[in-house]
């Protein structure tokens, strides 16, 4: 019973490198004129990964998509993430301050 479950998990140790190599990932401004045009998304907001990476929302109001992107040093950038019904958040639930 054990080794069917080690093998699983050796298998997907060794599949998900590949996987990742394989995501939407292209240069960032394809991939931004790409939402703005066919998706009529705007930025919305974005944070930093460790200084390794910007994760970056993209929303529309209109058509209710969003969209969370990945951007790299590089300037290459992987589709996260997508959906439907985006709920924008409202002003006075906005958190102010630095988080503890």
Not at 18 to 35: G, I, K, M, P, S
Not at 67 to 92: E, K, N, V, Y
């Amino acid at each position: 019973m054990r080794l069917p479950i080690a093998i699983a998990a050796f298998t997907a140790a060794l599949i998900t490198p590949v996987f990742a190599e394989t995501q939407n990932c292209v240069d960032r401004d394809l991939l931004v004129e790409r939402l703005r045009t066919g998706y009529g998304e705007v930025f919305s907001g974005a944070g930093l990964q460790n200084g390794e990476a910007v994760f970056e929302i993209w929303t529309s109001e209109e058509n209710g998509t969003w969209t969370i992107l990945m951007t790299q040093p590089d300037g290459m950038s992987c589709i996260m993430a997508t959906g439907t019904d985006w709920l924008p958040g409202l002003a006075s639930q906005t958190v102010k301050g630095s988080p503890t």
